[in-house]
Nanobody, 125 residues
Framework: QLVESGGGPVRAGDSLALSCAAV????????VGWFRQAPGKDREFVAA????????FYADAVKGRFTISRDNTKNTVYLQMDILKPEDTAVYYC????????????????????WGQGTQVTVSS
């Protein structure tokens, strides 16, 4: 089970840190991704990180503003979001997939088998 936290209302230019905690599974065996879904839009990829944290990948829309990281000792993956914009408003989901290779990342929705319930991020101008 994946549980997101850290969402909330913020103003444009602010920062916010999301967390994704794994319950009941060794998170170190999972590659993890963050996705988001704005009202009326499809769920879109945001960022991904490999099991080892060696490889990371970002959507162009967030590159340079968002940072994904993980602490396997705490079974948690983080998404640090800086310089937030109103267009970042969405429900943010973390997703996980058990990966054989420590350095593989995944960025497609249908590659992930485990999903959290989502946390709302609202950025006002």
């Amino acid at each position: 089970q994946l549980v997101e936290s850290g969402g909330g209302p913020v103003r444009a230019g602010d920062s916010l840190a999301l967390s994704c905690a794994a319950v009941g599974a060794p998170f170190s065996t999972f590659a993890v991704g963050w996705f988001r879904q704005a009202p009326g839009k499809d769920r879109e990829f945001v960022a991904a990180i490999s099991r080892s944290a060696t490889n990371k990948f970002y959507a162009d829309a967030v590159k340079g503003r968002f940072t994904i990281s993980r602490d396997n000792t705490k079974n948690t993956v983080y998404l640090q979001m800086d310089i937030l914009k109103p267009e970042d408003t969405a429900v943010y989901y973390c997703a996980g997939i058990q990966a054989f290779d420590r350095d593989t990342i995944f960025w497609r929705n249908n590659e992930y088998s485990h999903w959290g319930q989502g946390t709302q991020v609202t950025v006002s101008s």
